[in-house]
Nanobody, 122 residues
C-alpha cells in the first residue's frame, strides 16, 4: 500500500510563495514518475509538474518559470516550490506517483495523496 501525504498549502497573497511537500511511504525512486496535479472548482484535474526517475521534468505552460519541482530521496519527499503566485493558481493540489507495470501486460498505476488547498487572494 502506497501512501502520499501532502502538506504546505494555505492562503497567500498574489505574488507570494508557498512550498508544498509530499511524503511517500516508500522510496520515490521506486516510481516511474512523481509529481503534482491541481483541480480548481468546476474544472478538471490538470498536470502542474512531474519528474521522472530519470530526472526529466515537465511543467504546465501556465507555471513555467514560477514553479519548481524537486525531490529528496533521503526522506522520500517531493516538493513543489511555487513563486509569484496568481489568483488563478487557486486549487486543491494533489501529489501523484506513477508506476508502470509490464507483467502480465503493460499498465500504469496512479497513486494519489489526499490533496492540499492553495488559495491565492488579497
Amino acid at each position: 500500500q502506497v501512501q502520499l501525504v501532502e502538506s504546505g498549502g494555505g492562503l497567500v497573497q498574489p505574488g507570494g510563495s508557498l512550498r508544498l511537500s509530499c511524503a511517500a511511504s516508500r522510496s520515490i525512486f521506486s516510481f516511474n514518475a512523481v509529481g503534482w496535479y491541481r483541480q480548481a472548482p468546476g474544472k478538471q484535474r490538470e498536470l502542474v509538474a512531474t519528474v521522472t526517475s530519470g530526472d526529466s521534468t515537465d511543467y504546465a505552460d501556465s507555471v513555467k518559470g514560477r514553479f519548481t519541482i524537486s525531490r529528496d530521496s533521503a526522506v522520500n519527499t517531493v516538493y513543489l516550490q511555487m513563486n509569484s503566485l496568481k489568483p488563478e493558481d487557486t486549487a486543491v493540489y494533489y501529489c501523484n506517483a506513477q508506476l508502470t507495470l509490464v507483467v502480465p501486460f503493460t499498465r500504469r498505476i496512479d497513486y494519489w495523496g489526499q490533496g492540499t488547498q492553495v488559495t491565492v487572494s488579497s
